[in-house]
Structures are given as C-alpha cells and as structure tokens.
C-alpha cells in the first residue's frame, strides 16, 4: 500500500532579531528558494511538525517554547508534478504557519536529499526570492508579526 503525504503542512519562517530569514533552495527544483516546509504526519500536532522539520532541514533544534504559532492557514492547489505524493483527487493543501527567531550565525545543516544550499537574507528580499506567494506573503508579514510578539 502507498503511504501518501497528507494535505496538510507546516511553514516555518526562520529569522534572526534583525529580520534576516533563512531561505533554502530545493534540490529537486533548483532555484526554487522557501523557508521550512512540510507535510504533517498522522497523528502529529502541528507544533510537532514544525520543529521535526525544522530539525529535519536545518539541523536546528527549538524548544517548542521558541516556536510561535501564527495562528493563520493558507489553502493552495498542489503543483500538479507533485500531486502523485498524496492520494488521488487531492488537489488542495492547507498550509499552518509558524516562526521561530534564532540567533545571528545560527549553523545551519541542510538536508542534501532535500535542499541544494541555503542563505540568509532580508525579509523584503527573501519575500521576493520565494517562489511560493504563501511564503512571499508570511515573509511581508514577518515585521508585524515579530513587532506583535514582542508586546
């Protein structure tokens, strides 16, 4: 039996106190920039999801303490070269997204089967960097968002 992915995902936007935001590059489309992503398992809180990914991708580890919850959640049409992961007439993903703020230098180990390189950039330049307009969007927002959780 095939175990597809479920239509439901995480996106965590990595970022230093001065808004740089980790980006990274997809090994199977290069030049196709994002922040964390990925697909929830079952029986799996969101919460847990981003901080297995974010561990999975950038070797970043978080107390789920660190991790903010934006409490927001964007639905998309899958890509049609990637809708044979999920099961057939899944066409539509939800999206959840989070933030954590991480130090400036914070290492970073990309996934090689995952991620072809990573950088760090501004969020305005990040934001025009990402191919996915739900990330472009989180990343327009990311000011706001951080100026928010400090109050």
Known sequence: MTAYKRPVSVLVVVHTPDLQVLLLERASHAGYWQSVTGSQEAGEALADTAL???AEETGISAPPGDLHDWQM???YEIFAEWRHRYAPGVVHNTEHVFS???AAGQAVVIAPDEH???CWLPWHEAAEKCFSWSNRDALLMLPERVSLAQR
């Open 116 to 118: 072809l390189d990573y």
């Open 52 to 54: 297995r990914e974010l």
């Open 73 to 75: 959640s964007n639905r």
């Open 100 to 102: 954590l703020q991480v």
